[in-house]
């Protein structure tokens, strides 16, 4: 396990070092999570450790939300004053998510079919 758990520090930390030195607009966690995916791939198969850390990592995902909720509790004065924007700007990114994921979607069976009937 502790094996499993610095695998996925150093591949963060390599994510964080690559965002740093490239000045890259993307979290260092997301590209060494993408790099750890294709180290993965190219090997082919996940280690029992690395599967068994992962699924304790998820089974309290939870947890994470701690920090967030106390955050609106923290600005509960704030968000009373402001909620017609932030409402505003919630609906419309959940909209605009919705529509980008639809349209990706039928783009994405489009090109299948054509493919697959070659």
């Known amino acids: 396990m502790l094996a499993a758990i610095t695998l996925l520090l150093v591949y963060q930390l390599l994510g964080e070092v690559v965002a740093l030195v490239f000045a890259l607009p993307i979290p260092g966690p997301v590209i060494g999570f993408a790099a750890l995916f294709l180290t993965l ?4 198969t996940v280690s029992d450790g690395l599967r068994d850390t992962a699924n304790g990592l998820l089974a309290h995902l939870s947890l994470l939300f701690v920090p967030a909720g106390v955050g609106v509790m923290a600005h509960l004065g704030r968000l009373r004053e402001e909620w017609e924007p932030i409402t505003a700007a919630l609906v419309v990114s959940t909209a605009v998510t919705i529509g980008v994921t639809a349209l990706v979607m039928q783009a994405l069976i ?7 009937s070659r």
């Open 41 to 44: 791939v190219a090997r082919g």
């Open 110 to 116: 489009r090109w299948k079919q054509r493919r697959s």
